[in-house]
T-cell receptor
Framework: SQQGEEDPQALSIQEGENATMNCSYKTSINNLQWYRQNSGRGLVHLIL?????REKHSGRLRVTLDTSKKSSSLLITASRAADTASYFC?????????????FGEGTQLTVNP | GAVVSQHPSRVICKSGTSVKIECRSLDFQATTMFWYRQFPKQSLMLMAT?????????EQGVEKDKFLINHASLTLSTLTVTSAHPEDSSFYIC????????????FGPGTRLTVT
């Protein structure tokens, strides 16, 4: 089974609203990464947060990591129609120094104009 | 920076034939590359870890004789699907990892394989 579980599986919002996606995992991690995938395309790396970090920002993105709860969240502020995509979290295992990623099931985000 | 390319982007082949997919890191050297497959509306499943100059490490359930991986240089890894069958039809994505303890992975655009 997948290491990561994401919720919600699907999220539909209006342009300008904020979108929050959550990811939970089960084992010890070295890092957690978030990726975006447009339909039928490759993955775009959004942000990496290390296991010793609690929060990270990049533009309109804010990622939090709570290792005690084994969970992370991705917040996209002031969403745009172009943000419509699938979003995946991926955890890098401590056992492999973070090199081997395990992906969550993904959240399909739809931003309506 | 950190661009990964894949070739071809789409391939259609007949059942029983073999198909080779190339993954290149264009502006950095990658000692480790990874191969994933993704079925429609599903997540990525890691197939194997490709290390330059050594044998690939396959995930449980992935047939190493069917999915041949070669990582001959620091910028190129290839995946060959041998004796392809319709159930091998999928989206295959490679990634290359930056060096370092917290090395980020950068993904190629994927290859859509259709076996008829």
């Amino acid at each position: 089974s997948q290491q990561g579980e994401e919720d919600p599986q699907a999220l539909s919002i209006q342009e300008g609203e904020n979108a929050t996606m959550n990811c939970s995992y089960k084992t010890s991690i070295n890092n957690l990464q978030w990726y975006r995938q447009n339909s039928g395309r490759g993955l775009v790396h959004l942000i990496l947060i290390r296991s010793n970090e609690r929060e990270k920002h990049s533009g309109r993105l804010r990622v939090t990591l709570d290792t005690s709860k084994k969970s992370s969240s991705l917040l996209i502020t002031a969403s745009r129609a172009a943000d419509t995509a699938s979003y995946f979290c991926a955890t890098g295992s401590s056992e492999t120094s973070g090199s081997r990623l395990t992906f969550g099931e993904g959240t399909q985000l739809t931003v309506n104009p | 920076g950190a661009v990964v390319s894949q070739h071809p982007s789409r391939v259609i082949c007949k059942s029983g034939t073999s198909v080779k997919i190339e993954c290149r890191s264009l502006d950095f050297q990658a000692t480790t590359m990874f191969w994933y497959r993704q079925f429609p509306k599903q997540s990525l499943m890691l197939m194997a870890t490709s290390n330059e100059g050594s044998k690939a490490t396959y995930e449980q359930g992935v047939e190493k004789d069917k999915f041949l991986i070669n990582h001959a240089s620091l910028t190129l890894s290839t995946l060959t699907v041998t004796s392809a069958h319709p159930e091998d039809s999928s989206f295959y994505i490679c990634s290359a990892r930056l060096a370092g303890v917290y090395g980020e992975q950068y993904f190629g655009p994927g290859t859509r394989l259709t076996v008829t």
